[in-house]
């Protein structure tokens, strides 16, 4: 039955010429409609063409290809592919068993009804065909998009009047409260062209586009002209409401629940399309909860006859913000000073302050107990009591109907900031109270130059982030995913730029996987988590919750990165809420709540956590949420300590390795000046030892030291990053790219840029160091530049100035002669000789401080004078670590052991072939030819 009548149409048409009148000024919109208009008509008649042929033919594979070259084309209906392509393509498929029958469907159901009834009988017909299913398993088409497919060939008829109704109408109208829910798919349409006609009764159509203008937008159009009457309604409604009999009857409560619905579709209308522009404008995070569509009426709970839509910090619903509010006698805007959990008493508090700053010519608005006819009541400059309310009142209609009220709302909210930042600092609530004031524990103005200046930002690493999420953000645009870049939608989760999450093989091995249909369900799914209805929160916990997703590896990360791409405004690129580094951690370094989780979902946490560090950090560094993650990420690892140690770290060290501290002061300043060096020398002269104490030294964290060792088959993608082989979810093989010990320290340099991270590489010579280093050895020397390597083609990658290495080169098994002149030039080379340097006399002063026989020690020099004069060089020495064996006491029989199985093995490898000279080195002969040694004795 037509609606066209009632007073709920009446009212509704008031607010939809003011949509009408907005769109017929939005110049980009006229533009946009005179286009497709202009395609609309071949387009029209080329579909009704394609329908005659179908009728005629019969033939469903023709219709098929002709319906696939048409979504093609450009107009007014390029959005039906990627929503009525797959639809009809899974209802030809179950051609393939009941051809007969779906022809005959589509002959029936295509053609333009002759009524309401007709329509809805047809849109039945197809419902009652798909729930039917096959018996082969297809997936079966959505039944959501039905009304959309049929609709669109109904539209095209010009001699009919039925609009087409795109795929999120009834969400929008239902939203709003100008459509029934609990509708079936076929009394939707009815009902949704039934409106359409009532609000334009010459041109449906029109209607419809205007509605889907409005969805598009989000635009502010003015509140509704009719909204006081909505709540006077309400109001009379309400007064006959008692405890014991609630409404009388139940005509009335239905009506009560209806006028309701309609008052809270009218406030999120009005908190959806300012929430940008009033964040943008007062700096800060918001959030619009939905109107609760009953309210306390004494001890009981009644249906609202009042509306207010609200603009929130973070905190639930009684967070302070920003308030829209209509009644039956008026308009306000101001600023509320929340309630939940308040006492009389902190209210007090507040409403006092707030009276000593009040801006001039805003006023206080005293707010009655729920269930009164008219809430508010402007009071002037002095705090009234109870809830703090501060802003201006219109009186009657005069806010209702304009467009321009939205300037006179921006205008308020600006003069009203400052007090609301003051409003969330004064509240002193319990730890887990999300309302807290962050930065009363960190002087950040102090921090965050010291962070420029030291870190330093920005870089030009920096600026390659920021121009990552500029090209992803198009991809993930409202426009870009009508089209979908999957190639580049690939880069976003599986690249560093704007953000690591890691390599994501599994998820990226699904999508590899997804035919036509499924990359189009992971379009749909990525549109409505970033643009879809709801609160952020709500979207997220979808996708997290669901297990209906297209591909496997859609996990939290991924969708916080897809979020601070997209809403960059919003969001900061801080994907995770746990551990050392995750956002709550981060709260807690500036002095915020510590406890987060108890009976929040994920996306509310991820929304609060976000939120208030967004919060603190933007007046820093404004408009650039890249710099304020930095930010945190660099205070969550800041360290009052300078890049290299004390001179006590030192010392004890060289206390420790029985050595000069000069000489490790000289090796600092050696890593200082070109960031690497290398300890070369015969085996046994303690480089390894050494360089494992020297870097502990410097970094006492472990974890920001790593140790690897190179090898004849050691390649680049052993020590960089490489594809390496894993089973995918589907128990496949898949290659992943997987980081090496130089890619993951140099991360966490990158990270952590206030502290030294030390690469040891033993036995740095035994590898073929070109192939090892591949392009990185220009970045040894190259610092401050970024290079593509072989796996990041799309991604610069450079060595951080704080990343030291420090290698060790056995000069027995190569010559430094023979080490590649590029790396040499990139490496200060260092000599550990036995005889030469601050190793010279080491094993003597090892064993006067372990009581060990000390003359062991002119043994081993006497011996190695002999050697160097064999081979005519020092580099073939026998190192003094042979002998600093705890419990060494000089027995004949140790020393021999010694001797035979670990320092003749050495130099007989290298006097091979020189049988005179290496018998003049076994065990007999040393202790012949140096009798003068009292071997038995210490």
């Not at 009548?5 to 110049?27: M, N």
């Not at 609200?310 to 805007?333: E, K, M, N």
């Not at 010291?450 to 930002?457: C, D, K, L, N």
């Not at 121009?467 to 870009?480: D, P």
């Amino acid at each position: 039955m037509s609606r066209t009548d009632t007073v709920d149409v009446k009212r509704w048409r008031a607010k939809y010429a003011l949509i009408e009148r907005a769109a017929e000024a939005d110049k980009d919109a006229q533009a946009l409609f005179a286009e497709l208009d202009s395609e609309r008509g071949a387009r029209n008649g080329e579909l009704r063409e394609i329908l005659a042929d179908l009728v005629a033919s019969s033939d469903l594979v023709a219709f098929k290809e002709a319906m696939n070259q048409w979504t093609r084309k450009d107009g007014p209906y390029v959005g039906f592919g990627p929503v009525g392509g797959p639809w009809l393509a899974a209802l030809v498929r179950r051609a393939e068993e009941e051809y007969a029958e779906v022809v005959g469907l589509l002959k029936l159901t295509l053609q333009t009804p002759a009524s309401p009834q007709d329509a809805a009988d047809k849109l039945q017909a197809m419902e009652a065909f798909l729930a039917r299913g096959g018996s082969r398993g297809h997936r079966a088409p959505g039944p959501g998009h039905t009304a959309y497919v049929l609709s669109l060939f109904w539209s095209t008829d010009d001699g009919g009047e039925w609009p087409l109704m795109w795929e999120n109408a009834p969400h929008m109208l239902q939203r709003l409260g100008w459509l029934e829910r609990g509708l079936s798919h076929a009394e939707r349409y009815v009902a949704f062209a039934d409106l359409c006609g009532a609000l334009r009764p010459d041109d449906p159509k029109y209607a419809a586009r205007i509605l889907w203008y409005l969805k598009e937008s989000g635009a502010f159009v003015g509140i509704a002209p009719r909204a006081l009457d909505v709540c006077v309604e309400a109001a009379e409604i309400a007064a006959d409401f008692r405890s014991s009999t609630g409404y009388g009857e139940a005509r009335r409560e239905e009506r009560a629940a209806d006028l309701a619905r309609q008052l809270r579709g009218e406030a999120d209308h009005i908190s959806d399309s300012l929430i940008e522009r009033l964040s943008a404008e007062t700096g800060l995070y918001l959030e619009a909860p939905t109107l609760a569509l009953q309210q306390h009426a004494g001890e009981d709970t009644a249906y609202r006859s009042d509306l207010y839509a609200a603009w929130i910090l973070v905190g639930g619903a009684g967070a302070p913000g920003f308030r829209l509010w209509v009644t039956p006698s008026g308009v306000a805007f101001g600023l509320h000073g929340g309630w939940e959990g308040e006492s009389d008493q902190q209210h007090r508090e507040v409403g006092t302050i707030v009276q000593e700053h009040l801006p001039r010519g805003l006023t206080f608005l005293r707010v009655h107990e729920d269930g009164r006819p008219d809430r508010l009541e402007p009071v002037g400059r002095e705090y009234p009591g109870g809830e703090t309310f501060v802003g201006r009142w219109w009186k009657g209609e005069e806010a209702v109907g304009r467009a321009d009220f939205a300037d006179e709302i921006l205008t308020t909210a600006r003069a009203l900031t400052p007090l609301l930042r003051f409003m969330t600092s004064s509240q002193r609530g319990p730890l887990d109270d999300p309302s807290l004031e962050l930065a009363a524990m960190v002087d950040l103005d102090t921090e965050v130059e010291i962070f420029r200046t030291e870190r330093p930002y920005p870089s030009e690493r920096d600026a390659w982030h920021q121009e990552q999420r500029r090209v992803f953000a198009a991809c993930l645009s409202r426009e870009g995913l009508e089209d979908f870049d999957l190639p580049t939608f690939k880069r976003i989760v599986s690249t560093r730029g704007y953000g690591d999450i890691g390599g994501q093989s599994v998820l990226i091995s699904s999508i590899n996987a997804l035919d036509a249909a499924g990359i189009d369900e992971l379009r749909v799914m990525v549109r409505n988590l970033l643009w879809g209805e709801g609160r952020d929160e709500e979207r997220i916990n979808r996708v997290l919750g669901s297990d209906d997703v297209p591909v496997q590896g859609f996990g939290e990360s991924v969708v916080l990165k897809l979020f601070a791409i997209a809403h960059p405004e919003h969001w900061l690129p801080l994907f995770t809420l746990g551990g050392d580094s995750g956002k709550i951690a981060m709260l807690g370094r500036l002095g915020g709540p510590a406890r987060w989780t108890d009976g929040k979902s994920r996306g509310r946490t991820h929304v609060e956590t976000n939120a208030l560090l967004k919060q603190t950090l933007d007046p820093l560094l404004p408009d650039d949420p890249w710099g304020q993650a930095q930010l945190a990420y660099w205070l969550m690892r800041r360290s009052d300590k300078a890049l290299m140690p004390d001179h006590d770290a030192l010392g004890e060290a060289a206390a420790e390795l029985l050595i000069e501290e000069d000489f490790l002061r000289e090796i600092q300043g050696l890593l200082e000046e070109k960031k690497q060096v290398i300890f070369y020398g015969p085996p046994g002269t303690g480089k390894t030892y050494l360089a494992q104490r020297f870097a502990q030294a410097l970094q006492p964290d472990p974890a920001k030291r790593d140790i690897v060792q190179f090898h004849p088959s050691s390649s680049y993608e052993d020590f960089f990053e490489g594809f390496r082989p894993q089973i995918d979810h589907q128990g496949q093989m898949v290659y992943e790219l997987r980081k090496g010990p130089l890619a993951l320290l140099a991360e966490a340099a990158e990270a952590d840029p206030l502290t030294p991270h030390i690469m040891i590489i033993d036995e740095i010579n035994r590898a073929n160091l070109p192939r090892v280093f591949g392009e990185l050895l220009f970045l040894l020397e190259y610092r401050s530049h970024s290079v593509k390597t072989s796996y990041r083609p799309d991604e610069g990658f450079e060595l951080p100035p704080n990343l030291y290495f420090i290698g060790t080169m056995n000069t027995a098994d190569r010559s430094i002669a023979l080490v590649d002149a590029a790396l040499r030039r990139r490496f200060d080379f260092v000599p550990f000789m036995p005889h030469d340097g601050p190793m010279e006399g080491l094993l003597r002063r090892w064993l006067e401080a372990n009581d060990g026989p000390v003359w062991v020690a002119e043994l081993v020099d006497r011996v190695n004078e002999d050697l160097r004069r064999a081979l005519r060089g020092p580099h073939l020495q026998i190192g003094h670590s042979y002998f600093m064996r705890p419990g060494l006491d000089g027995d004949e029989a140790t020393l021999r052991r010694i001797w035979d199985y670990n320092v003749y093995p050495f130099i007989e490898d290298q006097l091979y072939g020189r049988e005179h000279e290496l018998a003049q080195f076994r065990w007999e002969n040393v202790k012949a030819r140096y009798g003068q040694f009292d071997l038995t004795r210490p």
